[in-house]
């Protein structure tokens, strides 16, 4: 065992100086790759809990300085040395460990001594801090990881928090233009650096290394072959593609239904409507108010004779005096702290968060929603504050029942997503559709629709937004969603955020889920004293509330998405099937276009629909790039254009610039 090579089953090891290296065939063309300070694995597959029958195809050599994996697609080189070179089928490198380190087997060494795997002790536990370095590619470009607010498409010479935050989404999954896939399987709190001279992935405390690789030809390749290991979404339901109304938040029973009715006397197409926090008569009931929402059936019933379902918001927030509390704590069912009082967020009240990690507890809190909301015929829940929005983001104080917050926290929205799934599936429930404020990998197979939390309402914010939705797909979220107009702020009396609403408007019905909402000013007072009345809300937040030439803008879209919904449909079951995702890059259609790579401000609705939205204010005019290899029309003006070229498009208040593939699909005036 010269080197510390041997075979184990499918793993390839290797075994020295107190490491423990596998490396095994995880899915088509892929390996999963796991390290540990000492001999016995940890057996927790996180994110990776699908794994496909590889029928046998993988093949593992031993030779003297050095061993071999290869899975399809993809082979993995240990060296004498312990570091690892991965190669496509063509024998080009598509990703190699940092080659900085000393060994004692070779005179072929750095006097750097900077360590490929570094292990770093936290003296007194059994757990490391970890920092896994790769070679950079200065010309490589990188996409996925979640949703940061930063406004960068390419995530190259970024670096990025592997921690979850209102408007902060970390899914560690990067698509590389040099034909890989990768995926960090480890939930901890940390971060990733794509530097001009290294790529680097830390985290502060952890027990193992996790990472899984995949090769393929296209970027289409990679995304499914993640999807297959980390899971797909159900098929959508029909009502979800259609328009939803929310605000900040209706007040009462009797102005949420007024505003149903008034979208239906108007003849405006909406699905779904929305009532959102402090409905409650305290955190962590879970239960409406009576004396503002006193007959919940009723309101469905009238709801549904609309064609309108009810979609609730669900905090995982629990009071000290809810009625659930003591019950919660007895039996374990909260975050707890390591030091210090257990409160986790002071507001409207010293609440803490339910315990999504525990199976106990997800039993519990869906066994309050099913009895108070379920039953009463409300078939979606708006799952907010689901980092969770910790009141102070100090992350070594936390301990969950899996264990400490700092190697686990990134996972927590997977498991409240999962809560509700479990609970409606086994109510009978066939397609499962729940809004989320945050995710991490595997979300999806869950019913996750993410949206993007508490955006500012500006142009800035819708940009930033733009781009955080193409990376949100491409880690593997195919439903996601804004606040149309972005939530904070915005005067509904302001013409400048009347055209940044319209512009946002525009891009949302091009979106997976098309969704108003947003605080708005000015603000309502509250109208009570306790439960449901205490907060405030915001100013009226429907389509006809912005003027007319707002509303007449608005409502053309509106109908614009409903004579979509057939094309929209056929996109949710490629997602379903596939895991492709809605909105997506022009490269992910056009990978043998090399500028389509370069274009950050363009998306692809399906392969059909090339959308270019109106993201800086007074802006009447934009260039769009159309990929080389279709023939695009333009849905305002019936032109078309061979692709390969860029065109200086019209773009007045009331058209977003939007071309359709020639013999696709889509067919639509604008």
């Known amino acids: 065992m010269e080197y510390g090579f041997m075979q184990q089953g499918d793993c390839l090891i290797r075994q020295i100086y107190g490491e423990k290296l596998c490396i095994q065939p995880w899915g088509e063309n892929s390996l999963r790759v796991r390290s540990i300070k000492g001999d016995k694995f940890i057996e927790q597959d996180w994110a990776l809990d699908s794994v496909l029958d590889d029928n046998g195809e993988y093949a593992i050599s031993i030779g003297e300085k050095e061993a071999t994996i290869q899975n399809g697609k993809i082979r993995a080189v240990i060296r004498f040395d312990g570091l690892i070179t991965f190669y496509n089928q063509k024998g080009r490198v598509l990703l190699q460990e940092y080659i900085r380190n000393r060994n004692d087997f070779s005179r072929y060494c750095s006097p750097l001594n900077i360590s490929a795997r570094e292990w770093r002790p936290r003296l007194g536990g059994d757990e490391y801090s970890l920092t896994v370095r790769f070679e950079s590619d200065p010309n490589e470009r990188l996409f996925g990881m979640g949703q940061y607010q930063h406004g960068f498409l390419n995530q190259k010479y970024c670096r990025l928090m592997l921690e979850q935050r209102n408007t902060q989404v970390s899914i560690p999954f990067v698509l590389s233009s040099l034909g890989y896939g990768f995926f960090w399987n480890n939930p901890a709190i940390g971060w990733a650096s794509f530097d001009k001279n290294v790529t680097e992935w830390h985290v502060i405390s952890t027990k193992q290394m996790d990472y899984w690789i995949t090769a393929g030809d296209t970027p289409a390749e990679i995304e499914e072959q993640f999807a297959d290991v980390v899971g797909k979404p159900p098929m959508m339901?029909?009502?979800?593609?259609?328009?939803?109304?929310?605000?900040?938040?209706?007040?009462?029973?009797?102005?949420?239904?007024?505003?149903?009715?008034?979208?239906?006397?108007?003849?405006?197409?909406?699905?779904?409507?929305?009532?959102?926090?402090?409905?409650?008569?305290?955190?962590?009931?879970?239960?409406?108010?009576?004396?503002?929402?006193?007959?919940?059936?009723?309101?469905?019933?009238?709801?549904r004779s609309m064609g309108i379902e009810l979609m609730v918001s669900i905090w995982p927030t629990v009071a000290k005096n809810s009625?659930?509390?003591?019950?919660?704590?007895?039996?374990?069912?909260?975050?707890?702290?390591?030091?210090?009082?257990?409160?986790?967020?002071?507001?409207?009240?010293?609440?803490?968060?339910?315990?999504?990690?525990?199976?106990?507890?997800?039993?519990?809190?869906?066994?309050?929603?099913?009895?108070?909301?379920?039953d009463k015929g409300i078939r979606v829940f708006w799952l907010d504050e689901a980092e969770?929005?910790?009141?102070?983001?100090?992350?070594?104080?936390y301990r969950y029942y899996i264990g400490p917050v700092l190697q686990n926290s990134n996972i927590y929205p997977r498991y409240y997503a999962k809560a509700f799934y479990d609970g409606m599936t086994t109510a009978g429930q066939d397609k499962v559709i729940n809004l989320v404020r945050c995710a991490w990998a595997g979300s999806q197979k869950y019913g996750a629709l993410v949206w993007s939390g508490d955006v500012d309402s500006s142009f800035r914010g819708l940009r930033e937004q733009f781009t955080a939705g193409l990376n949100m797909?491409?880690?593997?979220?195919?439903?996601?969603?804004?606040?149309?107009?972005g939530f904070l702020r915005g005067d509904i009396n302001d013409p400048h955020f009347h055209e940044c609403l319209i512009r946002w408007f525009q891009y949302g019905a091009f979106c997976p889920a098309f969704r108003m909402h947003g605080e708005r000013l000015p603000y309502k007072k509250p109208i009570g004293t306790s439960g449901g009345g205490l907060f405030f809300s915001g100013a009226d937040n429907e389509v006809w509330s912005f003027g007319e030439e707002t509303y007449e803008i608005l409502k053309k879209y509106m109908f614009l998405r409903e004579e979509l919904r057939p094309y929209i449909k056929s996109l949710m079951k490629e997602a379903h099937e596939k895991g492709t995702p809605v909105i997506r890059p022009l490269f992910y259609d056009y990978p043998e276009d090399q500028h389509s790579w370069e274009v950050e401000d363009q998306q692809l609705f399906g392969p059909d629909v090339l959308v270019a939205p109106v993201m800086y204010e007074n802006m009447r005019v934009r260039s769009v790039y159309l990929p080389k290899g279709s023939h695009w029309k333009d849905a305002h003006t019936g032109r078309v254009y061979e692709g390969g070229c860029t065109v200086e498009c019209d773009a007045p208040l009331d058209v977003i610039p939007v071309f359709l593939r020639e013999g696709g699909q889509a067919s639509f005036t604008i």
């Open 388 to 397: 969770p929005e910790y009141g102070v983001y100090d992350f070594p104080l």
């Open 237 to 303: 339901p029909d009502f979800a593609m259609g328009f939803w109304q929310s605000k900040l938040r209706y007040q009462t029973q009797d102005e949420l239904l007024n505003v149903a009715r008034e979208y239906k006397r108007r003849g405006l197409p909406i699905s779904v409507i929305v009532v959102d926090f402090f409905h409650w008569t305290n955190h962590g009931d879970w239960k409406f108010d009576p004396e503002y929402w006193p007959d919940p059936e009723g309101m469905i019933r009238e709801l």
């Open 323 to 374: 009625e659930n509390y003591d019950e919660m704590l007895k039996n374990d069912y909260l975050v707890k702290n390591d030091m210090g009082i257990t409160t986790h967020m002071e507001f409207m009240g010293n609440t803490v968060f339910f315990d999504a990690t525990n199976p106990g507890a997800r039993e519990f809190i869906w066994s309050k929603v099913k009895q108070n909301y379920y």
């Open 473 to 485: 797909g491409l880690a593997g979220i195919s439903w996601w969603t804004t606040d149309i107009g």
